[in-house]
């Protein structure tokens, strides 16, 4: 099975870093989206299949947070597995992110730990 | 040790590990001076919430190129654009900020963390003078790294959290 792959962040180099270290953890990736902030990011759930997302916290426009707020609220992507990946240091706020549903990667980041979690919350195994 | 040796011993152990783990650029081996006269880019990070303030992070403007590829995973084949450059040194900022705060005031403190900023180019105690008034803070701590590619410097400057002037 290919994973659909959501990334956003509003640092492109940020984004091209989740991507690559995506493909060196030797998941299998379908296609990959990519938004700047929440909001982007929503519109690009209602326009494509995704099977993850993973989303950074501090974004203009609409935050991390409020995106995966968003997403839970929906009937459709209620269940849908969410990854935040960021430099967030509070373990306050990773405890609300986890008890909404979504998984938390800290950067910096090594494609070991990414695959491990998108394993955990997909099932989907590394690619031989 | 005082609180100034202590907290300057912090934003060394920071910056090399995110240097390490973000870029794979390792501290230098031996001592080197610092050159005022090297050209520098200059980003800086702003943030309110436990404590308002920001950093200051200045890279040889030479160190860039090697920074984004090292980041990105680019060859000598496909050297990075000069977007590519300045973003990295943004994201850079940003992950240094963001693993600076907990490891100087615990992981219980929640903060907004703004987007980067390219600061003109100017002299360090401008840029200093620039964030202070912009965030009410005061200069807490300023640290040299030393770097196999280059010396950076690093500035972090700290106010109350009510004393924050309006971030545009």
Known sequence: ?????????????????????????????????????????????EQNWVDLVLVDINMPIMDGEQMLSAVRNNPLWKDLPVIVVSTEGSQTRIERLRSEGASFVHKPFTPEIVSSIVLELTGVAHEQ | MSNDLQLNAVLNNVA???????????????????????????????????????????????????????????????????????????ELANVLCGNLLPAIYGPEAEYRVHSPLILASAPADAHVGYLCRRTGAAQAANAKINLELGMVELTLCVGQPDRMAKVG
């Open chain 1, 1 to 45: 099975m290919a994973l659909n792959v959501l990334v956003v962040d509003d640092s492109a180099v940020a984004r091209s870093m989740m991507i690559r270290t995506l493909r060196m953890s030797g998941l299998p990736l379908g296609e990959v989206f990519q938004a700047g902030n929440g909001q982007e990011g929503l519109a690009a759930l």
């Open chain 2, 16 to 90: 090399f590990e995110v240097f390490q783990e973000l870029a794979f650029i390792f501290p230098a081996e031996g001592e080197r001076d610092h050159d005022p006269a090297c050209e520098r880019t200059t980003s800086a990070v702003i943030f309110e919430g436990a404590h308002a303030g920001g950093i200051i992070l200045a890279l040889p403007t030479q160190m860039l190129c090697a920074l984004a590829s090292n980041m990105l995973g680019l060859d000598e084949t496909a050297p990075p654009t000069p977007e590519q450059q300045v973003d990295a040194l943004k």
